[in-house]
């Protein structure tokens, strides 16, 4: 072009300002001025919204000064794009001085600085500023509840969004999705289902921002059969949009929701229609689906994903290799674990946090120690989850002194106030070691009388060590705390049938039944070709049943001849010692164990998953079956990871 105006300059301009290419139009302002084309103020605009998307303070303070020595009239529109900039930069002094100098405001005006006051977290004063408001448009709406939400005043973000339907406000397409994340993140059904019934009314429920929005909302309320319905009404308006931000998007929602909500088969089997239907699976997919995995104890789906994540060519950053970490270390594949993080050069504090809490269920307490040196001296500040997984470490492996001086520093050096977690460590690593009255103590000086959690772990440590007058102090405490939690009565009847008091164990059973608890039923699973197979106890439910029991009924044979002996004092009842012997025989985690020998070859490792603590005889079982098939079984129960191996626990019999 031969001749080029202000306002050609300026479409170029505009048109990069609008796409992202800040740079670009810096360069661009810059050749405007060398050509002696004087920018009007929608040039200037785009500009300085440039120059706040890069944080570039010192080159949009030199546009500044350039309207001021030139003379340009600065009106609202321009104004605006001044206070914004000022204030998207962090520079609140300059912004409250052009504030303060401006003689015409509008809504615009007053929506940049009440979302200022949100983004510093003063959510009062953006309140108080938005009430005094006389006009207040749909925009100032929608950045108060949000604003409000994002800093955590939900009830707040509710009554707003109450107000606003009372005022008659028009709600756009922003509205109905930030109520729609209120209502997620309040996990209220009822007010999602009445903002669904909106959006329908009002024909916007065919927006794709709107409908993940659904989907979401209808995930994190515990309704998976409605987000799929959303899902599946979304394909047959629409038909698939291949690998589209939207459908990748909606997919990912699901899975996410799935693993939420504890429906993890679900979960897998919709990831793997996804690769079958050859819809990109991006990093949040992959995320959630090992995260999955890391519950479940499913090894070999988690290395497939982790095989699927490398042939799309991405790389293992931080955050992903935290996950794969935790995978691997909970799947009981420390080896890997490790490998993972060796393989990882970013590592920070939550690469680290990840390893220290895998090698912490594995039992390796110097090995924690260590990594957690290791952290000190290269300057990482640890944050309350690695001393949750420090702590851990010192508690299984009695490192009573180790554990005492982290607790200290996370204390006096980090500034860090202990949560219920840190607490329950502490009391489990008094009590471990079998400083009981150190453990009441501790809990005492610290004020942490209403933490359940704490007494239960006492109660746990009681039990360990046979001392049934604390028991029952302490199972006091907890049913006073949680009347309807199985786990006291359960451990206290333990303890009795330990010391074989029958009478009082029937009795604790039956206080237990007249107010209605019930126990969670043991569960083992483990899993075989890719599929999982679950047991309980005396379980005949298995198709291979009659192979699993004959095999087990041998295994025992053999391994009396030995050494191993039942130990009867586990069983739940008072029976005579041979019919003890019968139902020990038939734990779940044992008839899991029995099916993966007669399932794989016998170079292959056992890997067990359990929901419950395992038994003292089941502990036995495992130590002799290794020792007898020269097999290596790892058994994963609610607290830990057992790797026995030739006859030993890496436990060290300290569980």
């Known amino acids: 072009m031969r001749q080029r105006d202000v306002r050609t300059w300026t479409i170029l301009v505009s048109y990069f300002a609008r796409v992202g290419s800040d740079g670009v139009v810096l360069e661009l302002f810059k050749d405007m001025q060398n050509k002696g084309v004087v920018p009007n103020q929608f040039t200037l605009s785009s500009v300085l919204k440039c120059c706040s998307s890069l944080s570039e303070l010192r080159i949009g303070k030199g546009v500044h000064g350039w309207i001021l020595r030139n003379g340009i009239t600065l009106d609202v529109v321009l104004e605006n794009s001044l206070l914004d900039f000022y204030v998207k930069c962090k520079d609140l002094g300059s912004a409250k001085c052009l504030f303060e100098l401006m003689e015409e405001r509008n809504s615009v005006t007053w929506n940049i600085l009440i979302g200022t006051h949100l983004n510093t977290g003063d959510v009062d004063k953006a309140v108080d500023m938005f009430r005094k408001l006389r006009i207040k448009d749909v925009t100032s709406w929608n950045i108060i509840i949000d604003g409000a939400m994002r800093n955590r005043f939900k009830r707040i973000a509710l009554e707003l969004l109450y107000e606003m339907v009372k005022h008659g406000t028009f709600l756009n397409e922003v509205t109905f999705s930030i ?87 679900d979960a897998f089997k919709t990831f793997t229609s996804m690769v079958r239907k050859e819809i990109e699976v991006d990093r949040s997919i992959i995320t959630s689906i090992i995260s999955g995995c890391a519950n479940c104890g499913v090894l070999e789906l988690g290395q497939q994903v982790h095989a699927l994540f490398h042939k799309t060519g991405h790389k293992v950053d931080a955050h992903l290799g935290s996950s794969l970490i935790d995978m691997y270390a909970k799947c009981g594949n420390l080896d890997d674990a490790q490998m993972i993080f060796k393989q990882t050069s970013d590592r920070n504090v939550v690469l680290w946090t990840s390893m220290i809490s895998g090698c912490a269920i594995h039992g390796q307490g110097r090995e924690v120690v260590q990594q957690f040196e290791s952290i000190i001296s290269e300057g990482i500040k640890p944050n309350e989850v690695t001393f949750i997984g420090v702590l851990t470490a010192c508690s299984h492996a009695g490192l009573i002194e180790e554990g005492c001086r982290y607790f200290r520093l996370m204390k006096e050096v980090y500034g860090f106030k202990p949560e219920v977690e840190h607490f329950t460590c502490m009391v489990d690593l008094y009590g471990r070691v079998g400083l009981l009255d150190e453990a009441k103590k501790f809990i005492h000086e610290n004020g942490i009388h209403q933490m359940s959690a704490v007494w239960r772990s006492l109660l746990s440590s009681c039990r360990l060590h046979k001392d049934i007058e604390m028991a029952e102090w302490v199972c006091e405490k907890l049913l006073h705390l949680e009347p309807l939690d199985a786990g006291p009565y359960i451990l206290l009847s333990n303890i009795c049938t330990t010391k074989q008091r029958w009478e009082e164990a029937a009795e604790v059973r039956s206080l237990m039944q007249s107010r209605g608890v019930k126990k969670n039923p043991g569960q083992s699973w483990i899993e075989i070709k890719n599929q999982v197979h679950a047991f309980v106890v005396g379980d005949r439910s298995h198709p291979r049943k009659d192979e699993i029991y004959a095999y087990l009924d041998k295994l025992i044979k053999r391994l009396r001849e ?84 030739h006859g030993y626990c890496s436990c060290g019999e300290f569980w």
Do not use: P
């Open 562 to 645: 030995i050494g191993y002996l039942s130990d009867t004092k586990n069983v739940m009842q008072d029976v005579e010692e041979e019919q003890g012997e019968m139902v020990l025989a038939f734990h779940s985690e044992k008839l899991a164990a029995a099916y993966g020998i007669i399932s794989t070859s016998s170079q292959k490792r056992i890997r067990i998953m359990k929901n419950l603590r395992i038994c003292n005889d089941c502990h036995n079982f495992m130590k002799y079956t290794s020792q007898l098939l020269g097999r290596e079984i790892i058994v994963r129960d609610i607290r830990r990871f057992h790797h026995f191996k």
């Open 179 to 265: 109520a729609l994340v209120l209502a997620a993140s309040l996990l209220d059904l009822e007010l999602g289902k009445q903002i669904h019934a909106a959006v329908f009314r009002m024909g916007i429920h065919v927006d794709d921002f709107i409908r993940n929005s659904l989907i979401d909302m209808y995930c994190k309320c515990g309704r998976m059969e409605l987000s799929l319905k959303v899902l599946k009404k979304m394909d047959m308006d629409f038909g698939r949009k291949e690998n589209s931000i939207v459908e990748i998007i909606s997919w990912s929602s699901i899975i996410s929701g799935f693993i939420r909500n504890g429906q993890f088969e």
